[in-house]
C-alpha cells in the first residue's frame, strides 16, 4: 500500500494524555499485523497510549485518566 506524500497527517500530543492522530494511517503490530484501532467517537481519529498504562497497546483505553496515587 502506497501513501500520498503530499497530505499530512497531524498528530497532537495531549498533556498528560495520548498522541492523538488525525489523518490516514496504518498501525502494524510489531509482527507487523495491521491493528485495527478501537471505535473513536471522531471519525478518522486515533489515540495512542503515551502514558504506558493502557491495556490495549499501543491505542489509549482512558486509563491515563485515572489518578496513580488512588490505584
Ligand atoms: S494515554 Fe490514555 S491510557 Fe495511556
Redesign the pocket.
Known sequence: MSSDPTTFVTITARAR??LVIEGNVIIRSPEGQILEAPPSKTPGVI?L??????RNRPF??????IDPEQG
Not at 489509549?60 to 485518566?65: P, V
Request: glycine share 20%; charged share 25%.
Open positions: 494524555g495520548p489515540k497510549c503515551a502514558c504506558g498504562r493502557t489509549c483505553d482512558g486509563t491515563h485518566k
